[in-house]
């Protein structure tokens, strides 16, 4: 089992940057494919970013390729978002996601065992 705490969350200006982490503890953090999701109100939890165990391969949503980044350091145990030219429909609730058996190519939510508590992304215009 891991535990999930994510922080770097915020109010930014449209434009603006964040970065995210998730630190895990529990079972060693590189047996995990990683990754984020988001949820605004009213809808779904979406895929946002996955990341394998490793580090070498990683997948992005279309709505934010070339504007985020996805890494892991696994000697600190933590997974990393950079979010650079934050838009207004980036606002959501962020949530970091592990998966025992999974790969980092499977976006669906279902797929994913543990998951944080969240934390609020808040773009103005």
């Known amino acids: 089992q891991v535990q999930l705490v994510e922080s770097g969350g915020g109010l930014v200006q449209a434009g603006g940057s964040l970065r995210l982490s998730c630190a895990a503890s529990?079972?060693?953090?590189?047996?995990?494919?990683m990754g984020w999701f988001r949820q605004a109100p009213g809808k779904e939890r979406e895929f946002v970013a996955t990341?394998?165990?490793?580090?070498?391969?990683?997948y992005y949503a279309d709505s934010v390729k070339g504007r985020f980044t996805i890494s892991r350091d696994n000697t600190k145990n933590t997974m990393y978002l950079q979010m650079n030219s934050l838009k207004p429909e980036d606002t959501a609730v962020y949530y970091c996601?592990?998966?025992?058996?999974?790969?980092?190519?499977?976006?669906?939510?279902?797929?994913?065992?543990?998951w944080g508590r969240g934390t609020q992304v808040t773009v103005s215009s």
């Open positions: 996601a592990a998966s025992q058996f999974g790969s980092a190519s499977s976006f669906s939510t279902q797929r994913y065992d543990y």
């Open positions: 990341i394998s165990r490793g580090g070498g391969s990683t």
């Open positions: 529990g079972r060693p953090f590189s047996t995990y494919a």
